[in-house]
């Protein structure tokens, strides 16, 4: 039971004041001290003196700068969250921040990989049909330049950005509940409802409401239902930067939370991205959840063999 991915936050100290000291400081630092080179950018733009240059409420986004600037402030939040999750696990609960990931002592890198590159060839199958059925949602949109600039920062910046999300949301969230009750399906629906109300406000959501409230939460559910099923994040871990790194590389919905200089810009259609997914989904579940690790499989072996008694010579 001690091992369970969900029950791992018994290994720290859990009073009620501990997780009401760590919610704050995750809270301020994420939105507070976070939002800070925001905040800031918001008021060069307005002050500037230039009439190109705007932020727009309503859109939640810049207008008349580059892009990698508005990506660059919006991912100097997420490397604050990530330090405050790191203090108020480590020093606040008192225990390892990999407790985390797994119950194990080292993180598998190979089991983020294969989430990574599945996930991957599962989106490019479901675009490239997309694409067939849907021309004029694609327009190609690569200017070499810009894309080789963004690069290195989208490279960096993205899996920190989706790594922080899944250590909360599936990590700390799931595991605090954890404490509460020992059936699964609860830690993992509180934590996609969370996970599904925070990206509600994304610009992309609009009159599309309904449908893309359904998609965040069926994406927060699969990567809540992989991780308690596989006993770690590191699978969830792998799927979150390779779905946040398609989209701002390769394919970046025209109203996208993150704009970026990807290869395509990309009219959303939301019923095909929701059915899409959930198909993904379901076959990434077949294939890398339908056998247990190897390591799994090691110790269900071992159960099954009977120690051998030797007997004392006469």
């Not at 119950?103 to 067939?132: D, H, M, N, T």
């Not at 109203?255 to 290869?263: E, F, I, M, N, R």
């Not at 339908?290 to 071992?302: L, S």
């Amino acid at each position: 039971m001690a091992d369970r991915y969900l029950f791992l936050a018994r290994r720290g100290k859990n009073q009620w004041w501990r997780y009401l000291s760590a919610i704050s400081l995750i809270l301020v630092s994420w939105l507070a001290i976070g939002n800070i080179p925001a905040l800031a950018l918001i008021l060069l733009v307005f002050y500037d003196g230039n009439e190109q240059t705007n932020f727009n409420a309503q859109l939640n986004r810049f207008e008349g700068i580059d892009i990698l600037w508005t990506y660059l402030v919006i991912h100097f939040a997420f490397i604050v969250f990530l330090a405050a999750l790191y203090v108020a696990v480590r020093f606040i609960h008192q225990r390892e921040f990999i407790s985390l990931i797994t119950p194990k002592f080292q993180v598998k890198i190979s089991r983020i990989v294969q989430g990574f590159l599945l996930w991957v060839i599962l989106l490019a199958v479901a675009c490239a049909i997309e694409y067939k059925l849907f021309p004029q949602s694609y327009q190609f949109d690569y200017n070499q330049t810009k894309f080789l600039i963004f690069l290195p920062f989208a490279l960096i910046l993205t899996p920190i950005q989706t790594s922080v999300e899944e250590l909360f949301f599936r990590g700390y969230l799931m595991q605090t509940v954890g404490l509460i009750t020992r059936i699964s399906w609860i830690p993992i629906w509180f934590s996609s409802l969370i996970f599904a109300a925070i990206h509600l406000g994304n610009p992309e959501v609009g009159a599309n409401f309904l449908i893309l409230a359904m998609f965040y939460l069926g994406f927060a559910f699969f990567l809540a239902f992989i991780t308690v099923k596989d006993n770690s994040l590191e699978l969830a871990l792998g799927v979150h930067a390779a779905n946040n790194l398609f989209t701002v590389l390769l394919v970046n919905p025209t109203d996208s939370a993150l704009p970026a200089h990807a290869v395509f810009d990309y009219k959303l259609n939301p019923l095909y991205t929701l059915v899409s997914c959930a198909i993904a989904a379901i076959i990434f579940s077949i294939i890398l959840l339908r056998k247990p690790p190897k390591d799994k499989q090691d110790d269900q072996a071992n159960k099954r063999q009977k120690p051998t008694v030797k007997r004392k010579p006469q």
